[in-house]
Structures are given as structure tokens and as C-alpha cells.
């Protein structure tokens, strides 16, 4: 259970930026990096980039992430108008989706997620609102009341919660230093590591190496996210902003949906099915667009409040994501005396959804927090009252019943290829076919079922590659003649 209380917050007072250091072993003849050296301070907000949502990624990095078409998606979401919503909350719930782990987040040295920090609620102002034994608030902007029906918008403030000492969050603050290489392999330090280091990157002696500190601010850590997501050598590309690096982020290939699509013996894949029409563009091989109902849209808007710490740990990315598969495995490498918690690990590799931001006909299932609830003591004529509040379903509608039931209400949609989403209309397949200079005879309509492996297909995708449907579902709609 947590509690709530009012706290002093001055939005408009400038506050001196945080800044954390790294040392760096630089090879100025090799121009590389060959390792660095990290406090707890620095692991800290760098474990806590696995806690963020893919929708908080795409804000943070204002709709440049470099992740496949998720931008394309984000884009969409922003633009769709409120009438095809079942709230208006539903659209903050995918631009803005909150983070189960703010409560620890909030304890960091530097919090790149600035914005939910310090974290608000919302409730309704209205004093018969207020009076009732149980009322509701809310985490997201926008909420409706369910007693009065109009929006929740006084705003409090959680109380910082006291859940570690001395400001530690996922790892232990103490004299550990850690050591991390180029592609973000993370160890604690060791004097048998530091021994192998130098034959494993062919360096006579570390030592002789040039070290140099490298300052991050907010600015800083967000730029070192991009390039943790975009591909390889992170630290080089830093130290050496000039050097002309390949990106190792390997392109989608058929070989990658042809290893999903088999596994469909597997009991994990098993589920029920949703429709898609797809139209193929048989002179390229390619898919155009689809046409979807609002069920298939919710699984993939849905997408946005996935934690990039879960979406790592259901999928195998070893060749995706740039270096975020490695600091993944670091995590679960480390050892649990590292880590302030066993609860403190799990929400770094398997974080769950915050409440009611999951959708209960998603098939890639990502558990959900529990509500939560807060008791009050109310001073009033008649001496001490005490209320209950319950946190409500942003996604609730007065009219629906229905609790935690998608974002989107009854509406037919169309994606084209790069992931951009808009809602069916007469005119939606015209546009798009005289976008792209087609005839009707280029084109092949198929319709075809969606599974969870197929969904699983559409996720991994859309973070790799700008043609999505093609590659996650062009293999499968051709042997669906």
C-alpha cells in the first residue's frame, strides 16, 4: 500500500543539474575505447534504461529513436483524434506511459524520465466527490470521474518513498566499482579481470592507456541511450564522435520470420487468432497496407507501454538492439548480493506493467501491478473520518463496463507498410495507392489469421525494420493462398 501527501514542488525554480562521471581506458593508436570504470551511481541510471517504456524512449528521443518504424507508430498515435478513443486518458496512456519502477527511479543521481519526476496523481475536485467513503484518482492526465463524469485534473503529489537507504535504487551503493566494456558488458571490478582484459583486446598493459572522464547530464544520458539502441562500440563512438563506425544492427531478413513462424508447436504460442487483410504488391514482393479491426489495433498501440526490460526478455535480441542485449545479460548475470533486492532485480529484467496499462486480450502478456489504494484520516466537525480511495481505469469509460478493455473503441484502421496507422475510410486506400504510383492489377488482396506469434513477429519488426508487414507477415500471407 502507499500513501499519499501533499509535498512543496516549485516547477519554475531552477535547480543546479546533477552530473555523473565515467572513466574511460582510451587506445589512442587503435582509436577505441577499450573499457571503462563506473560507480553505482552511474549503474544505477544505467540499469533504469531498461525500465522504460517504448512510448517514454520514442518521447525522450522526440520521435528520433532509430528503432525500425516505432516513431511511425508513435506519430500515428499522436494525430489519431480524440472521437476514436475510448477516453481521452487512452491516448496519454501510450505518449506518456508511466513507469512501475518511478518509485524507484526517483532516488536516482540522474533521472533521464524527468518528467514523472516527482510522480503525480490526479482527483476529482469537487467536493461531493471528495466526500464519498471511497473515491478515485488516477495516475494519467485526463482520467474521468466516475461520479460526476467530468476530468480528475487536481494534480497531488506521491510522497518519496523511503524503500532503500541512503538513496541506493537497483544496485548496492558502496565502494564497488564496476568495469564495462565498449558494447556495455557489465562486471563489478576484479583484479582477475583486469588481467584478461588486455590479452582479450590486445593491449600490452592498461595502464599505458590514456584515461579520460566523461561527464553526463540529463542531455548526455539520453544521447547515450540512442546510441546503446543504434548498434555497437557505444564508448568509441563517444571518445571519437568523428570515426566512421558500421552499424552492426543487422537488417530483418526472412530467415529471422521464418524461425518464428515454425515454432508454432510450441505450447507458448499457442492462442487464439484475430483477421487481417493484407494487399500484396505482387510485382515487388512486398506488403502495401492492411486494413485491421480495433482488437489487432489494440495489440499493437499496446505496444508503446511495453518495458524495454520485458520486450528483451521474451524475445531473443542477441543480434538486435544494438548493445541493450548485453547490458540485459549483465543484469542477469550479476549476482544477486549486487542488487538492493531480489524484487529490485526482477523489475530490471522482467518489469511490469503499471496498473491498468495492460490490455487483457494482449498476447504477448506482460504482468501487471497490482492498484494501488491509499487511506485517509479527514478532520471535519464530527471529529476524525476516515475515506478510501481506489486508483481507476483510465481507459473506463462512464457508458462501458467493461475494465481494461484496449485503448481504441469500435473502428476499422489501416497500416501501411512503415507502421503508419490511420483510421479506414473511403478515400484511406486511394490515397495510398496513388501515394505509390499502383495499379489495381499490381496488387493481391489475402486475408489471413494473427496469432501470438505472428503479434511476437509484428513487435520484433517494428523495432528493426521500415517495411513491417513485409517482413513479419509477407512469408505467411503467401502460403495463405
Not at 499457442?270 to 485491421?292: D, G, K, M
Not at 457508458?399 to 507498410?417: A, C, E, L, R, Y
Request: with cysteine; net charge negative.
Amino acid at each position: 500500500m502507499e500513501s499519499s501527501k501533499w509535498v512543496e514542488w516549485s516547477p519554475g525554480k531552477e535547480r543546479e543539474e546533477e552530473r555523473l562521471s565515467l572513466n574511460v581506458w582510451v587506445d589512442n593508436a587503435k582509436k577505441r575505447v577499450v573499457l571503462a570504470e563506473a560507480s553505482s551511481d552511474f549503474i544505477n541510471v544505467l540499469f533504469s534504461f531498461l525500465t522504460l517504456p517504448l512510448g517514454t524512449i520514442v518521447k525522450l528521443l522526440s520521435k528520433n529513436s532509430g528503432l525500425g518504424s516505432i516513431d511511425n507508430l508513435y506519430d500515428s498515435i499522436e494525430k489519431l483524434e480524440d472521437q476514436y478513443w475510448r477516453t481521452k486518458a487512452c491516448r496519454n496512456m501510450l505518449l506518456s506511459p508511466r513507469n512501475v519502477a518511478e518509485k524507484y527511479c526517483e532516488h536516482l543521481k540522474l533521472n533521464v524520465d524527468g518528467d514523472n519526476n516527482p510522480r503525480e496523481f490526479y482527483y476529482c475536485k469537487m467536493e461531493g466527490c471528495k466526500s464519498h467513503s471511497k473515491y478515485y484518482f488516477s495516475s494519467v492526465r485526463d482520467t474521468i470521474c466516475h461520479y460526476c463524469e467530468e476530468v480528475m485534473d487536481e494534480v497531488e503529489l506521491w510522497k518519496k518513498v523511503e524503500i532503500i537507504e541512503n538513496d541506493e535504487v537497483f544496485v548496492k551503493k558502496n565502494n564497488v566499482k564496476y568495469i564495462i566494456t565498449d558494447d556495455f558488458h557489465v562486471k563489478p571490478y576484479s583484479m582477475s579481470y583486469y588481467y584478461d582484459m588486455p590479452k582479450d583486446f590486445g593491449v600490452e598493459d592498461l595502464y599505458l592507456m590514456e584515461v579520460r572522464t566523461i561527464e553526463f547530464g540529463r542531455e548526455e544520458l539520453l544521447n547515450l541511450l540512442k546510441k546503446l539502441l543504434e548498434g555497437k562500440e557505444v564508448l568509441t563512438k563517444i571518445c571519437f564522435p568523428d570515426l566512421c563506425i558500421r552499424s552492426t544492427t543487422p537488417i530483418y531478413n526472412d530467415e529471422m520470420e521464418i524461425k518464428i513462424f515454425e515454432r508454432k508447436d510450441n505450447a507458448q504460442f499457442e492462442t487464439s487468432t484475430l483477421q487481417i487483410t493484407l494487399f500484396l504488391n505482387i510485382t515487388n514482393n512486398n506488403v502495401v497496407c492492411a486494413e485491421l479491426e480495433e482488437e489487432l489495433a489494440n495489440q499493437l498501440f499496446s505496444f508503446l507501454t511495453f518495458p524495454l526490460g520485458s520486450v528483451l526478455g521474451f524475445i531473443d535480441y542477441s543480434n538486435f538492439l544494438g548493445c541493450m542485449p548485453n547490458l540485459y545479460n549483465s543484469i542477469q548475470e550479476l549476482k544477486i548480493n549486487y542488487f538492493t533486492s531480489e524484487e529490485a532485480k526482477s523489475m530490471l529484467i522482467s518489469p511490469q506493467l503499471p496498473p491498468f496499462f495492460g490490455y487483457n486480450k494482449q498476447m504477448l502478456n506482460i504482468q501487471e501491478h497490482p492498484p494501488y489504494f491509499v487511506n485517509r484520516i479527514n478532520i471535519c466537525k464530527k471529529g476524525l473520518g476516515k475515506s478510501y480511495s481506489s486508483e481507476i481505469d483510465p481507459k473506463l469509460p462512464m457508458t462501458d463496463i467493461d475494465s481494461n478493455d484496449g485503448f481504441v473503441g469500435i473502428q476499422s484502421f489501416v497500416v501501411t507498410d512503415d507502421f503508419h496507422f490511420t483510421p479506414m475510410s473511403s478515400l484511406s486506400f486511394t490515397q495510398i495507392k496513388e501515394m505509390l504510383g499502383l495499379r489495381v492489377d499490381h496488387l493481391e488482396k489475402r486475408e489471413m489469421s494473427i496469432g501470438k506469434a505472428q503479434v511476437l513477429n509484428l513487435l520484433r519488426a517494428m523495432l528493426v525494420s521500415k517495411t513491417v508487414l513485409s517482413d513479419a507477415l509477407f512469408h505467411c500471407a503467401k502460403q495463405a493462398k
